[in-house]
């Protein structure tokens, strides 16, 4: 078995010493410390209050490339949504760490798969898709951070058409076309077309 490793960052001492103690005895993971931070697969951030200072740490650490975990003693709507708009794709309670649900989200964390408990996925799924009717959809614009015409021509581009093709399959005109292409790479620093389909698939924006 190829053992994950994991990285904890908690507020205090005590709560990061029982946390490493209780990974440690894990055969599934390898509890990595400070120097080794840039590698672990998985960051945990243990937090009992999420605070401004909680979402500053995750921001912080979402700039590597390993997945974030938040445990937390509670954790309501509003800091579940501002959570995952940080980058976490796995949330436990306090409260599940010794039923071993931590370890399953750190597994899933570690292969690319979200997991939040039940009761607030549900709440969550439900902001979101009104946060797409009542703001997003009447701008034009998608939860993937892309409007609507921009995976349209994206999806197009990655089939192999040119421009002209694309303006006529979505009745555009070829500036039209030229001039999204134009916006999105800019927007996303991105160098031609190749590295936008790219970009969009390994995100799956399109």
């Known amino acids: 078995m190829q ?77 579940l949504t501002r959570a995952v708009e940080c980058g976490v794709v796995g949330v436990a309670r306090r409260t599940e760490v010794p039923t071993g649900r931590l370890v399953q989200v750190l597994l899933a964390a570690a292969k690319g798969e979200g997991s939040v408990p039940g009761d607030l996925l549900g709440r969550l799924l439900e902001q979101m898709g009104r946060l797409q009717r009542e703001v997003l959809h009447p701008r034009g614009l998608t939860l993937r951070g892309l409007t609507t015409r921009e995976v349209d021509v994206l999806r197009l581009v990655a089939e192999g058409l040119e421009t002209r093709e694309i303006a006529s399959k979505l009745s555009y005109s070829e500036r039209t076309v030229k001039n999204v292409l134009h916006e999105l790479t800019t ?20």
């Open 3 to 79: 053992r994950v490793p994991v990285f904890v960052q908690a507020t205090d001492p005590i709560t990061l010493l029982g946390m490493n103690s209780h990974l440690a005895g894990r055969p599934e993971i390898r509890v990595v410390g400070e120097a080794e931070r840039a590698s672990a697969a998985v960051i945990v951030v243990v937090a009992d209050t999420v605070t401004e200072e909680t979402f500053a740490t995750l921001r912080e650490l979402r700039r590597g490339t390993s997945r974030l975990v938040l445990v937390a003693a509670n954790l309501d709507d509003q800091q």
């Open 187 to 206: 927007r996303l620093q991105l160098r031609n077309r190749a590295h936008a389909v790219a970009y969009a698939l390994r995100h799956d924006l399109i």
